[in-house]
């Protein structure tokens, strides 16, 4: 993935910075977000910033609560 793209991407959901992690399994690279403990997948060298397509990094459920 192209550092400059990096600089520029944010997390879609907190605005935070995101850090690219190769991953060593079959998930591949993905954009991790530190503050909303997610990773975005990097498909084909293209980052899925779809909350729905994140992965917790604590094994937990990425749907947020609803707000009223």
């Known amino acids: 993935m192209d550092t400059r793209l ?3 991407l944010v997390c879609p959901i907190c605005k935070g910075p995101l ?3 190769h991953a ?4 591949g690279p ?3 977000c530190h503050a909303d403990r ?3 997948p990097v498909r084909d060298g293209i ?3 779809l909350e729905q397509e994140a ?3 604590d094994g937990g459920n990425t749907t947020r609560p609803a707000t009223l």
């Open 6 to 8: 990096l600089e520029l």
């Open 19 to 21: 850090e690219l992690a």
């Open 24 to 27: 060593t399994d079959e998930r």
């Open 30 to 32: 993905e954009l991790i």
């Open 38 to 40: 997610l990773a975005f």
């Open 47 to 49: 980052p899925v910033m």
């Open 55 to 57: 992965r917790g990094l």
